[in-house]
């Protein structure tokens, strides 16, 4: 499938500038196993880079503006180098526009370029599509100017641009599109940004997402107030425990000793922080130890967080995974990503895919009138060139 979509984007540029690309950049979306909502609360997450991915191809232009052309959409925008970069009204190039500023905000230099990319990463099912069109584009501008930059350092200034968009995001999703691995799960920790890879291996379960075709618009505001919501929470427990730095070192009795002192929903927040970094650590356990089964009752248990007490899940979401709780065949299952919509990520006994398939489209088209997308993951690598 990335075969096609290599040689559509080359050809699409080749038409376009009359040349052959000088780079092609593959670039991936992710899942997460789990340690959701946790990265911007310095804890630890579980994801990987997937075979869904955005193709760039990228030439030089001789000139101090560069046009970039989105296949999939049809459309094209120029950007003058060197004017100041400002948000636009076509979202989209909003992510590109962010790269380059953020380049050129941290002292790197680089002229005009051509650049056409497609992509087959659904958009608004929380496979980070936005992560991937930002790691790619930082990647093709390096490689066509020799910037000298880290893939940490290629994830970092993503995560600025998608600060610079809107949503005000932690490092996951960036860090797992550069840093994916095939067959590996990426045990990062956020505050350090340390990491180690762990087999991806679920025994006799396959790993399949559930694309419930719903995206709310409640979520980038929901997003941002959750992030403040836990600073508020976490400057309360460190004013009672100065020994608590960030919310790894707090525990969950610290929390529940403290339940009268946080305003509003700040104590339900803040109770799902300290628990799911704990879940976390059990699940990277229960993986290495070939234990699917209590990785799937891990990922129950974060969904039940997720939607009583963080509040990010909708019902389509926890209709799902109530389904899926009650299905023999199904060990786990909960929502993956920001929430408010996108997909829910499900391990199935092998042998049944196709039946659970079959159930779920159809009680989901019967209750919500809505489809049901599936998507039979692959664990891949990272942004690279081809
Ligand atoms: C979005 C953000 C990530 C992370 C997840 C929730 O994908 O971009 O940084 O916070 O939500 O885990």
């Not at 959701?36 to 579980?46: A, F, K, Q, R």
């Not at 919509?341 to 159930?359: A, F, P, Q």
């Not at 159809?362 to 664990?379: A, Q, R, S």
């Amino acid at each position: 499938m990335n075969d096609i979509l290599i040689q559509n984007t080359t050809a699409f540029f080749e038409k376009s500038f009359g040349t052959s690309p000088e780079k092609t950049v593959l670039s991936p979306g992710r899942i997460n196993i789990i340690g959701e909502h946790i990265d911007y609360n310095d804890g630890y997450v579980l994801p990987a880079a997937i075979d869904k991915i955005i193709c760039f191809a990228f030439g030089k232009k001789n000139s101090k503006t560069s046009k970039v052309i989105a296949i999939d959409l049809n459309e094209e925008f120029e950007i003058d180098l060197t004017q100041e970069v400002k948000l636009s009204d076509v979202v989209w190039t909003n992510y590109i526009r962010g790269v380059i500023k953020q380049l050129q905000d941290n002292g790197f230099s680089f002229e005009g370029f051509n650049c056409v990319f497609s992509s087959n990463i659904p958009v608004g099912s929380g496979l980070s599509s936005s992560a991937a069109l930002e790691c790619g584009m930082i990647f093709g501008i390096k490689s066509l100017f020799d910037l000298k930059l880290e893939k940490k350092d290629i994830a970092l200034l993503g995560q600025k641009a998608e600060h610079w968009v809107g949503i005000n995001c932690g490092i996951m999703d960036q860090f797992s599109s550069v840093h994916g691995l095939e067959n590996k799960v990426i045990q990062l920790d956020c505050n350090t940004l340390d990491f180690e890879y762990h087999n991806a291996d679920f025994k006799d379960y396959s790993l399949i997402l559930f694309d419930s075709n719903v995206k709310h618009s409640l979520f980038t505001s929901e997003y941002n107030t959750r992030r403040i919501e836990c600073e508020e929470g976490l400057s309360i427990i460190k004013s009672h425990f100065p020994e608590v730095k960030s919310f790894r070192d707090a525990t969950e009795e610290q929390v529940l000793s403290l339940k009268d002192k946080f305003s509003g929903k700040v104590f339900s927040r803040v109770h799902f922080v300290v628990k799911e970094i704990n879940r976390v650590i059990k699940a990277c356990k229960a993986l290495d130890a070939g234990n699917i089964e209590l990785l799937g009752e891990l990922l129950f248990e974060t969904h039940y967080g997720l939607s009583q007490e963080y509040e990010v899940s909708c019902e389509e979401l926890d209709m799902l995974v109530d389904t899926a709780k009650e299905d023999e065949t199904i060990v786990g299952s909960r929502l993956m990503g920001g929430g408010f919509g996108g997909c829910t990520i499900n391990l199935v006994k092998k042998g049944h895919e196709n039946e659970v398939k079959r159930k779920f489209s159809k009680l989901y088209l019967d209750t919500f009138g809505i489809e049901l997308k599936f998507y039979d993951v692959k664990i891949s690598n990272g942004t690279t060139l081809l």
